[in-house]
């Protein structure tokens, strides 16, 4: 059930979040769809969709991240962010004109080949931080018994089409089942 709720909380800021239900820890390949998506709208990387429109490109928002949260039975997938009060009906149309090109229209080869690379290469430079790997490695052998090696996770990642993040993309951010909450 959605639900969309403003606060005034009198800030000078707003800061709000907009999401929806997203595959769980056990969705496969669901759930590596639904994190590759996650990181084209609003990753890391400063190239990402919703930071380069609305950030660097506009300069309305403070920050801006897209984060995929898996659960047992369920995941979430939120966009928050932070802009002036002014900015929020500006931001909150080019979310939605982002996500409904998403819903819409497949990334070209091209682009889908330019982001699974990146995403690679967060991968890889995450694999070097050795506390964040053996986290990584205990859920995956709570979550499985087994840890996947490196080639298997490419493997799959690489599986991924432009039609399958297109419907990861209606199944997550359809405007009929999103969810908001905004902080005035």
Known sequence: MSF???????????????????????EMPDRLVAAMLANILGGPASNSLLNKELREKRGWVYGIECTYTQYADTGIMAITFGCDKPNLDQCMSAIETILARLRETPL????????????????AISSEAGEAQCLSMGK????????????????????????????????????????????L
Not at 108 to 123: N, S, V
Not at 153 to 158: G, I, Y
Not at 168 to 182: C, K
């Open 4 to 26: 969309h709720k403003v606060i005034d909380k009198r800030h000078h800021e707003v800061n709000a979040v907009i999401g929806n239900r997203a595959p769980s820890l056990y």
């Open 108 to 123: 070209t080869p091209t682009q889908l080949r330019a982001y699974r690379k990146q995403l690679l290469g967060q991968l």
């Open 140 to 183: 995956s052998m709570l979550s499985w018994g087994q840890i996947l090696p490196p080639e298997t996770v490419k493997a799959q990642l690489e599986a991924i089409t432009p039609e399958d993040l297109q419907a990861m993309a209606r199944r997550i951010f359809d405007p009929e089942t999103l969810s908001s909450l905004i902080y």
